[in-house]
C-alpha cells in the first residue's frame, strides 16, 4: 500500500512553491514557479491580481505530478505572506486587488486604529490587514468577504468563504487572547460581515470541492486544512517542537520567536503573541540585522570576509549595529543612535565586530522575552540568510550560551506540509 502523501504550498512575494511529505515526514516532491513582481501604486502601494497566485498553483501542481502520484494527497494546506489582504463578493470573486504585505497608503485607517486599538494590538500601523480592510471596503462597498492570500487560496479550494486561521487574523483585528473580534472594531467603521469565523491553523476545512479537483489533478477525497503565515510555516519547518525551542531570523531585520506555555505580550518592548498549535508563539524583531552589514559591505566583500571570521576571538568592540536612528526590542527608544565606532583598520574585524554586535542584540532579545514571562532559551534554530555562516554560528552559540542549530528544512512550504499532515507542535 502506497503512503498517503501531504501537500505545503507557500505563496511567497517572488513565487510560490510546494513541497509533498510522506507519513515520515520525508520530502517526495518539491516544485517551484515564480510569481510577478507586484504593481506600485502611487508611492506607498503595493498589489496584485489574485488569479495570478491561481495561475501559479496550476502551473505547480503538474510539476508536482511528475515526482508523486498526487492520487495520493489525503491533505492540502497553504500559507502566505502576512497582511495581504482583498476583498470579494458572496462567490470568491476579487472585488478589488490584493494589497500586498508591504503596502502601506493606508495611513489615515492607521491613525484612527491607534486612537482606538489597545496599544499592544497587532493590527497597528498602514500596513496592517485591517488598515488595509478600512481602506478597501470604501472601494468596493458591497463586499462580502475580506480575505488574506492564504484565505482566497484555500476558500477556491475548499468553497469555504467564511473561514481564516488564528494567524493571519492577528492583523485584521483579532483578539487571541480571548479568541474573539473585540468591540472597539465597530468603532472604526468595520464592515463586520467582511470578517471570517476564525479556526486554529490546521483545523480541517472540509473536502476539496470536486470541479476544482478534476482541474489541479488531486483526488477528490482531498481534505483542505487551516493555513498559516509564511513566517510561522518557516517556525514549522525549522524543528522547534517544545517549550523553550526558539527560532531566530538572520534577514535584513533580527527577528526572535520562542514556544512558550502561555501567551506573553509587552507593547512598550515590542513583543507579541500567536496560538500555534499546543503553544504560544512569542517574539519581537529589532531592527538590527543584515541590512546594517549591507550599508558597509557588498555581498561579495561578506563572502570573501567570513572565512577569516575567528569566532573564538572575540574583537572586544562593544557595537549596538543600526541601520538608522530607532530601536523597537529589546529596547524601545525611537531616538536610539547605531553604535559602530571606533572602527578598526581591517575590514574583517570591523565585519566581525558587527556580527558580534547583532549576536549581543540577539541575547538580549531572548533575555527580555524571558523577563516577560516567556521561557528561556533551550535551543535556537537559525533561519534567513546568515544562517549560513558557521563563523557566525559560533559567535552566536557564545553569546547565547545555548546550543545554536541547524534548521530541519528551511522551506515554508515545508512547515505548511507538516502542518496539512497534522504534526503540529
Not at 508611492?43 to 510539476?63: H, S, V
Not at 470536486?210 to 483526488?219: C, D, N, Q, R, T
Not at 527577528?255 to 518592548?269: G, M, Q, T, W, Y
Request: charged share 20%; hydrophobic share 40%.
Amino acid at each position: 500500500m502506497t503512503d498517503a502523501i501531504y501537500i505545503g504550498i507557500d505563496f511567497g512575494t517572488s513565487g510560490c512553491r510546494a513541497i509533498a511529505i510522506n507519513d515520515d515526514q520525508q520530502i517526495v516532491a518539491q516544485a517551484h514557479v515564480p510569481l510577478p513582481d507586484p504593481l506600485a501604486h502611487g508611492n506607498y502601494g503595493q498589489e496584485q491580481d489574485p488569479e495570478l497566485w491561481w495561475q501559479a498553483l496550476c502551473e505547480l501542481l503538474p510539476l508536482l505530478a511528475r515526482q508523486t502520484d498526487l492520487q495520493h494527497c489525503s491533505r492540502l494546506s497553504v500559507d502566505g505572506t502576512s497582511a495581504t489582504l482583498l476583498l470579494t463578493d458572496n462567490h470568491g470573486k476579487p472585488l478589488t486587488p490584493a494589497w500586498m504585505y508591504n503596502d502601506t497608503r493606508s495611513r489615515a485607517a492607521a491613525e484612527r486604529i491607534a486612537e482606538l486599538s489597545p496599544r499592544e494590538h497587532a493590527a497597528h500601523g498602514p500596513a496592517s490587514s485591517l488598515a488595509k480592510c478600512l481602506s478597501l471596503q470604501q472601494l468596493a462597498p458591497g463586499a462580502a468577504h475580506a480575505l488574506h492570500q492564504c484565505d482566497w487560496i484555500l476558500a477556491r479550494l475548499s468553497g469555504r468563504l467564511e473561514l481564516a486561521d488564528e494567524n493571519n487574523v492577528l492583523k485584521l483585528g483579532y483578539d487571541p487572547l480571548k479568541r474573539e473580534w473585540p468591540a472597539w472594531l465597530d468603532e472604526l467603521g468595520l464592515e463586520r460581515r467582511l470578517l471570517p469565523q476564525v479556526q486554529p491553523a490546521g483545523s480541517e476545512i472540509g473536502p476539496i470541492v470536486p470541479a476544482v479537483a478534476s482541474e489541479l489533478g488531486l483526488p477528490d477525497t482531498t481534505l483542505i486544512i487551516s493555513g498559516t503565515t509564511d513566517s510561522t510555516a518557516a517556525v514549522l519547518a525549522s524543528g522547534a517542537s517544545r517549550i523553550g525551542d526558539a527560532v531566530s531570523s538572520l534577514g535584513s531585520t533580527l527577528v526572535l520567536k520562542i514556544l512558550s506555555d502561555r501567551p506573553v505580550v509587552d507593547a512598550h518592548h515590542g513583543i507579541y503573541s500567536q496560538p500555534l498549535g499546543r503553544y504560544w508563539l512569542v517574539g519581537g524583531a529589532s531592527n538590527s540585522g543584515g541590512r546594517v552589514l549591507l550599508q558597509h559591505f557588498t555581498r561579495q566583500q561578506l563572502t570573501e570576509m567570513t572565512p577569516a571570521l575567528q569566532p573564538h576571538q572575540p574583537t572586544g568592540l562593544d557595537y549596538y549595529p543600526l541601520p538608522a536612528c530607532g530601536e523597537r526590542f529589546p529596547y524601545a527608544d525611537a531616538d536610539m543612535k547605531p553604535r559602530l565606532s571606533p572602527r578598526p583598520d581591517e575590514d574583517v574585524v570591523f565585519f566581525q565586530a558587527l556580527l558580534e554586535g547583532i549576536a549581543m542584540i540577539e541575547a538580549l532579545g531572548y533575555q527580555r522575552l524571558q523577563q516577560a514571562g516567556a521561557p528561556a532559551a533551550q535551543r535556537v534554530f537559525s533561519i534567513g540568510g546568515g544562517a549560513a555562516n558557521e563563523g557566525w554560528r559560533q559567535i552566536r552559540e557564545r553569546q547565547l550560551q545555548v546550543p545554536v542549530l541547524a534548521v530541519r528544512q528551511s522551506q515554508a512550504a515545508y512547515g505548511t506540509a507538516l502542518l496539512a499532515s497534522g504534526q503540529m507542535p
